[in-house]
């Protein structure tokens, strides 16, 4: 797995709060469970915050990891 930066985004205000819960949703997960949890918050920020898809799947660290792209992109 990628090297990831999402256990920052939990406390940046930056990131909408509906992505953030998910994010606590797949933090709570066991590791291989959390991909599409990763997934659908990918989706969030690329939504919500306007990100290119390919930045929000490094970000939660997801880039390079097979999985389809789940920003509709």
């Known amino acids: 797995m ?3 930066v999402a256990p920052l985004l939990l406390h ?10 998910a994010l606590r949703d797949a933090f709570a997960r ?10 659908n918050v990918a989706k969030i920020l690329h939504r919500e915050v306007d990100l290119d898809c390919d ?3 490094e970000l939660v660290g997801l880039s390079g990891d097979g999985v389809d792209s789940p920003c509709g992109c």
């Open 2 to 4: 990628a090297l990831s």
């Open 12 to 21: 940046s205000d930056a990131i909408p709060e509906g992505a953030r819960l």
């Open 30 to 39: 066991p590791e291989d469970q959390r991909a599409q949890l990763l997934a």
């Open 55 to 57: 930045d929000v799947l």
